[in-house]
Structure formats: structure tokens, C-alpha cells
């Protein structure tokens, strides 16, 4: 018994323990279930950065260059025909709140009180040809970098 006990005693040399083990698996586990909510939070903090730093930028042509926005995209023929012409932005004030009821066609409405009313600003990048005018998110073209960056 005691060289079992030994041998014991030299595997938790050699291993973490179960429990320290587990945690990491355990604080992993939990952040994948709030894994898409994380995204859209981080996508919404870097595009109100991004879009800060523009507004702040003295040459927003070279500030969206550096960044990667595309002055020319293909159009709906595939050629590179779309040239970008304006950058959008737009500012909402979220007042309230709206979800399907359970069980009912209806609207859940909760209306904000004056302290949870949020400005969110937007970007959009807009394209031109002589025959198409196309309109980017800026949420879109993150989720694409950030998609072209993990490949």
C-alpha cells in the first residue's frame, strides 16, 4: 500500500490536480456559451472606435486606407466597377426595447427611462457606378476583416 500511495503522491507531481484541471475547462465552457454576445459587444466597441478615430482623423483618406476600406468592389457583374464616393454616419437613440411575446403575435414593448436612452452611430461606406449604388456596414466590413484575418 504505501508504494500505491507513492505512486499516487508522484502522478499529482506530474498533473494538475482535478479541480485545477477542470477550471480553466469550466471558465472556457461558460465563455462559449456567451461566445456571441462577447462578438457583438466587441463588434460594436471597435466600430464606435473606428469610427471615432475618423471623425478625429485630418486625412480620412489615408485614415481609411491604412484601415483596409476598399475605394474600388466588384458590382453585382463581378468587375471591379463600384467606386466609393461617400462615408455615412448615422446617429440612433435607442428609447426602448422590442421582443416576440411567448405564445402571441404580439410585441413585448419596454420603453427606456431617460438614463438607459443609448446614442449609437453608425458608418456606412457608399459605392457607385454609372448603373449601381451599393451601401457597406461598417459592422459588415469587421466581421469580414476579422473573418479574413482568422483564415
Not at 472556457?28 to 478615430?53: C, E, K, P, T
Not at 481609411?64 to 464616393?85: D, H, N, T, W
Request: charged share 25%; glycine share 6%; hydrophobic share 30%.
Amino acid at each position: 500500500m504505501p508504494h500505491d500511495h507513492h505512486h499516487h503522491d508522484h502522478d499529482h507531481g506530474h498533473h494538475h490536480p482535478p479541480h485545477d484541471h477542470n477550471q480553466p475547462h469550466d471558465a472556457d465552457h461558460l465563455h462559449s456559451h456567451m461566445h456571441h454576445h462577447d462578438d457583438a459587444a466587441d463588434l460594436q466597441v471597435l466600430a464606435a472606435q473606428f469610427i471615432d478615430g475618423f471623425i478625429q482623423a485630418k486625412d480620412k483618406t489615408t485614415y481609411l486606407k491604412l484601415a483596409g476600406i476598399p475605394f474600388e468592389r466588384p458590382g453585382k457583374g463581378g468587375a471591379k466597377a463600384l467606386k466609393l464616393v461617400d462615408v455615412e454616419l448615422t446617429t440612433d437613440w435607442q428609447v426602448g426595447t422590442a421582443s416576440p411575446s411567448f405564445g402571441s403575435r404580439e410585441l413585448s414593448y419596454l420603453p427606456f427611462p431617460g438614463e438607459m436612452v443609448r446614442e449609437r452611430t453608425n458608418m456606412s461606406m457608399i459605392y457607385v457606378s454609372m448603373d449601381e449604388k451599393a451601401k457597406q456596414d461598417l459592422r459588415d466590413f469587421l466581421v469580414q476583416k476579422k473573418k479574413d484575418i482568422e483564415a
